[in-house]
Each structure stands twice: as structure tokens, then as C-alpha cells.
């Protein structure tokens, strides 16, 4: 019954399957070794919200290799029964950035690891790994309004480590995780204005993006 599903979600893919996206997600970065049907968010969100919580269905997704099965299987996936071998295995077979934005914003985050990948990925120098690390501290800044200052204060550390990556995917991520970590509040605001003034030598193009955004944008 279980393969029969996952065959019949599989199915269902193919048949919205579109060229033009395809080629319009190509224009946009998004290329993979993976099989991509061009089959657009607001579909798969209404095929995860049908499907409901299933965490064997997203495992066996996942297995297929197409890319907008592995973004249903983040959508459906059980963050609860999501071990760290798991997310491990996943991160590894993530090779652009709109998957890999979207196992986090969908899943990763949630998951009981997610502080310790943050830190574990980001210092990892496979780009899309290292990506998947920087947005998670950028949506656990942005979400989780449990975790300690202290936790975004280790974020910074790292991220100092690696301020002088300039890969596309990575600066970009980074920007976005300073900017999510300095709305947290006024301290962390305050400790992002520093950093990025310290790092303006370094990084200029990072720490304009940053500063100009957090001047403008109230708490």
C-alpha cells in the first residue's frame, strides 16, 4: 500500500509537470543533477496539505531524486522522527538553493537538532551544506522565540569564521541571518550594527547590505 502511494504522489507530479517553468527556474539559479518537473509551490502546498503528515511517504519521496518530490517530502515529513542521520543524509543530496531554502523553512527548523546542524553545516564547506546551516540560524531567529540570546550570540561567532565566503548562495544566506538575528531584539541589533561595522574591511558588500537594512527597519 505504502509504494503504491508513493508511486500515485509521484504520478500526480509528472502530471503537473511544466516546461516553461523549467526553463524559468533555470534563469534563476535553480539547476540540478536531480530530475525537476517545474511544478509550481502553490501546488505541492496543496498536494502536502491533502496528503497531511507522513513521514514514510516523505522518506520514500525523498528516495526518488526529483526535486519537487523532495520539496513535498520537507512539506509532509514528521519533524518530530527526524534524526540527526537523517538530516545528514538529506543535506547531503541538496545541490541548489531553492531546495535547500525550502527543508529548512519547512523542516529543518523544527526538527530537535536544528541548533546543532546550524552551527555543524555552516562551518561545512560544500556550499548548499553550508547554506542550509546559515538559513537555518536566520529562520530560528526569525521563529523561535524560545532560544536564548546566547544561542544567536554562538551564531555570530561562526559566521565571523566564514564572513569572507563569497559564493553566491553563501553571502547571500549570511546576509539574510544577520539581518533575521538583529530584529530578534535591541541587544541583538546592536551586537549586529558592531559586527558589521567591524567587518565593513573584510566584507563590504555584506556589511552595507546588513547595516543599511537594519537603519531602516524598526523593531
Same mark, same amino acid.
Given at each position: 500500500m505504502f509504494e503504491v502511494i508513493a508511486e500515485e504522489v509521484v504520478s500526480l507530479?509528472?502530471?503537473?509537470?511544466?516546461?516553461?517553468?523549467i526553463v524559468g527556474m533555470r534563469r534563476y539559479g535553480i539547476v540540478s543533477k536531480a530530475e525537476i518537473l517545474g511544478v509550481p509551490k502553490p501546488i505541492l502546498r496543496e498536494i502536502a496539505r491533502?496528503?497531511?503528515?507522513?513521514?514514510?511517504?516523505?522518506?520514500?519521496?525523498?528516495?526518488?531524486?526529483i526535486h519537487e518530490a523532495r520539496i513535498l517530502a520537507s512539506m509532509i515529513a514528521d519533524p518530530e522522527r527526524l534524526d540527526e542521520e537523517a538530516m545528514d543524509l538529506w543535506v547531503k543530496d541538496i545541490d541548489n538553493w531553492d531546495l535547500? /531554502?525550502? +527543508?529548512?523553512?519547512?523542516?529543518?527548523?523544527?526538527?530537535?537538532? $536544528?541548533?546543532?546542524?546550524?552551527?555543524?553545516?555552516s562551518i561545512r564547506n560544500e556550499e548548499f551544506v553550508r547554506r542550509a546551516g546559515i538559513?537555518?540560524?536566520?529562520?530560528?531567529?526569525?521563529?523561535?522565540?524560545?532560544?536564548?540570546?546566547?544561542?544567536?550570540?554562538e551564531f555570530l561567532d561562526i559566521l565571523r569564521k566564514i564572513i569572507r565566503d563569497n559564493r553566491r548562495y553563501v553571502w547571500k544566506a549570511i546576509v539574510w541571518a544577520l539581518k533575521k538575528i538583529g530584529l530578534r531584539n535591541t541587544r541583538l541589533r546592536k551586537l549586529?550594527? /558592531?559586527? +558589521?561595522?567591524?567587518?565593513?574591511?573584510?566584507?563590504?558588500?555584506? $556589511?552595507?547590505?546588513?547595516l543599511n537594512?537594519?537603519?531602516?527597519?524598526?523593531?
Open positions: 507530479l509528472y502530471t503537473h509537470r511544466n516546461p516553461r517553468n491533502k496528503i497531511g503528515s507522513n513521514h514514510k511517504l516523505a522518506i520514500r519521496l525523498w528516495s526518488t531524486g535547500c /531554502d525550502q +527543508c529548512v523553512l519547512n523542516l529543518f527548523w523544527k526538527a530537535k537538532y $536544528a541548533v546543532k546542524k546550524a552551527v555543524e553545516w538559513v537555518l540560524m536566520a529562520r530560528l531567529a526569525w521563529m523561535d522565540r524560545r532560544l536564548p540570546d546566547k544561542i544567536f550570540i549586529m550594527m /558592531d559586527f +558589521c561595522s567591524m567587518i565593513k574591511a573584510i566584507n563590504p558588500r555584506i $556589511a552595507n547590505n546588513v537594512y537594519l537603519s531602516r527597519k524598526p523593531l
